[in-house]
């Protein structure tokens, strides 16, 4: 064997650790998840709650380095005052070093705007769950490959900087949906308070959503044998909600670089700045945790609708069903069957084709 041959044989075996002795190789099952996952793209739901003039969307465009909004027109007082909620859901493709991110985020307009806003969370309410009855639906159909995942991950509830702390409707909202999704509770246009206004009103808002039994998203707690930087990573994320943050879409030049920023005349206020607000922290959050808020949603939220819907002895067929009624037909399936039998009506063609071909032989 030439030394050529040699050292190709070696690279390969050192390529799979197959020189190490007792070495099996499933420790590369995750860089197969990894490779697999990456291909595939990730998709993520957001919710966006809050009454308008609080800086939701500037803040969802500064998160994501996007304009999910180009075309947005915004109502006027009048209009304002007779509207009722609507939700709005825009989605963009974000793509960053090769991982690519399918993200929906949902709005709505509309909320708390009104004089009267008894019943203004039933809308939200009620789209929450017509996105967990979709997916049941589809997970029970016939094309289950192509699921495309609806359900709202993570909602940011806005809190206002201008009261002292959670008003009525705040509790009455996050007590309907605590079951439902995962909330993060936001403090909106922190660079209206002092720091120690900003720490007494999120003091207040702990206590409160204590006091109402409010279950916010837990943030998950770290293994011993986790990284130190980690754990002091998710123990700064937990002192900082509720996260109090403000959004500017405007690069601004300060001593010699550029900032994403607001310009006062006593200043700019940095976006980015951890010392200015908790924005960093809560981009970390949402980025660092989004698999887990997933999966919360999937094994928690959905599966609690899933068992109250299947208790109620709904027309919902099982999950391994190969038949369903014509009524829970999607459109989807409707165009699965008809190119399945299309396919069967050509395999038949060519074997009749075939059968005459060997006839004339």
């Known amino acids: 064997m030439s030394s050529d041959s040699v050292k190709s044989v070696s690279t390969y075996l050192k390529k799979f650790n197959l020189e190490t002795p007792g070495y099996v190789g499933f420790a590369n099952l995750p860089n197969q998840v990894h490779r697999k996952s990456v291909k595939k793209g990730f998709e993520f739901t957001l919710m966006v709650v809050g009454e ?5 969307s500037t803040l969802v465009n500064s998160l994501f380095l ?13 209009e304002k005052s007779t509207q009722t909620v609507k939700l709005d859901a825009s989605t963009v493709e974000i793509e960053e070093r090769g991982v690519k991110l399918r993200l929906t985020v949902v709005d709505t307009p509309g909320f708390g705007d009104a004089i009267d806003n008894t019943d203004c969370f039933r809308a939200i309410l009620k789209y929450i769950d017509e996105q967990f009855e979709r997916f049941l639906r589809d997970e029970s159909g016939l094309n289950r490959r192509n699921i495309v995942d609806n359900r709202i991950h993570c909602c940011f509830y806005f809190i206002s900087p201008f009261g002292h702390g959670l008003k009525p409707l705040d509790v009455e909202f996050m007590k309907q949906l605590h079951n439902k999704v995962n909330i993060v509770p936001v403090i909106a246009k922190a660079d209206v308070l002092t720091k120690k206004e ?4 999120k ?9 109402h039994g409010i279950k916010i998203y837990p943030l998950p707690e770290c293994d011993s044998d986790e990284d130190e930087d980690y754990k002091e990573q998710v123990r700064q994320l937990k002192q900082a909600v509720p996260f109090a943050v403000c ?3 405007t690069l601004l030049e300060v001593r010699g670089r550029k900032v994403r920023g607001r310009l006062y005349p006593w200043g700019v206020v940095e976006v980015e700045n951890p ?12 980025i660092t945790h989004m698999q887990d808020l997933q999966e919360v949603t999937q094994e928690v939220h959905y599966e609690n609708y899933r068992s109250e819907r299947l208790a109620k002895g709904g027309s919902v067929p099982k999950r391994n069903a190969s038949v369903i009624e014509d009524k829970t037909v999607t459109e989807k399936d409707r165009i699965l069957q008809e190119k399945e039998a299309e396919l069967r009506r050509m395999q038949e063609m060519i074997a009749a084709m075939q059968a005459q071909m060997q006839q004339q032989q």
Do not use: W
């Open 52 to 56: 308008s003039g609080l800086g939701k």
């Open 275 to 286: 010392d200015h607000c908790d924005f960093i922290k809560l981009r970390t959050m949402l």
């Open 66 to 78: 996007t304009d999910l909004y180009p075309e947005r027109v915004i109502p006027d007082s009048v």
């Open 203 to 211: 003091q207040r808002v702990m206590d409160e959503i204590t006091e």
């Open 198 to 201: 900003m720490q007494r009103l």
């Open 247 to 249: 959004g500017a879409n």
